[in-house]
């Protein structure tokens, strides 16, 4: 979808009007703009408020609700589930992840332009200058920390004191531009530090053969997520199959073992391949199947 580039000061980034007259984020090192076809707050809206049902979920929760944010970019995926909850007395603990805080250093400065900061100006500059934030913003409570650096290497880390999510916001750059994001390693890991006891699901924006068998293998059940801007369809997984509307049947299953692109990557570098033989019969063996 068509975007118009407006300059601005700041190296490395820049303001996008996308063709719906919303306001997004360039990257021009990674060449991508955030949420480039709804925008960042429809996108956030759809994608993971609505398909979470976090409002629901977070009114029924007696303790504090743990979202982990792979992806913090600009924030607009955060500050759009803090906005949507913020009337409900609870208690959020936010767990970011990114290689940068450039980009919301950035969405700062231009938080009027961008339309999504309002009233959590003071939350981001607490966590832009301490690592962490904590406020209590009318009903909620919200305590911010942030993990600079490479996501994968984190996960490999053992010695983590940070509380396993019931959702997770996860956002990254496609396989195609970030493989090291998207391999069965990491996911596996990633399905490692769930609570087996705490129901936990996780969106995101693609419906790719390749992803939906790699989140498979790694241990969740996966499902047919909402429709988002131009895709039909997004991806939903969970570590139980309540939170999921419509999970992946046999008929998919029969579609991914024809699929030239269903082999999960396992290394991180980008190829498209059909499954192998053993991960035809893993995928079989998978309790969602049975």
């Not at 007259?21 to 996108?43: L, N, Q, W, Y």
């Not at 979470?52 to 995926?77: K, S």
């Amino acid at each position: 979808m068509r975007t118009t580039v407006r300059p601005v000061s700041a190296p490395g980034y820049s303001l996008v009007t996308l063709a719906n007259g919303v306001r997004s984020v360039r990257s021009h090192a990674e060449a991508e703009t955030f949420h480039p076809v709804i925008g960042p707050v429809a996108e956030a809206e759809a994608l993971y408020v609505r398909q979470l049902r976090l409002r629901e979920r977070i009114a029924a929760h007696p303790g504090e609700f743990v979202i982990w944010d792979v992806g913090l970019g600009a924030a607009a995926n955060v500050l759009t589930v803090l906005r949507a909850t913020h009337d409900l007395p609870c208690a959020v603990r936010l767990v970011s992840f990114d290689h940068t805080l450039e980009p919301l250093r950035f969405a700062l400065q231009h938080g009027v332009e961008l339309g999504y900061f309002g009233g959590y100006e003071p939350l981001v500059a607490e966590l832009l200058a301490a690592g962490k934030a904590e406020q209590t913003i009318g009903s909620q409570r919200v305590s911010w920390q942030v993990h600079v650096g490479d996501f994968p290497t984190w996960l490999r880390n053992t010695e983590h004191a940070v509380p396993a999510p019931h959702a997770i916001l996860f956002d990254a750059y496609s396989p195609a531009k970030n493989a090291a994001m998207w391999t069965l390693p990491l996911f596996t890991s990633l399905f490692r530090h769930l609570d087996p006891a705490r129901a936990c699901a996780m969106p995101t924006y693609s419906r790719a053969t390749l992803l939906r068998v790699t989140w498979l293998l790694a241990g969740f059940y996966v499902g047919v997520g909402h429709a988002t801007g131009e895709k039909d369809e997004t991806t939903l997984a969970a570590n139980t199959l309540a939170l999921l509307d419509e999970p992946l049947d046999r008929k998919w299953l029969e579609r991914a073992r024809r699929s030239t692109s269903a082999e999960p990557l396992h290394e991180p570098k980008y190829r498209q391949a059909p499954l192998t033989a053993e991960t035809w019969e893993r995928l079989q063996a998978h309790p969602q199947f049975q």
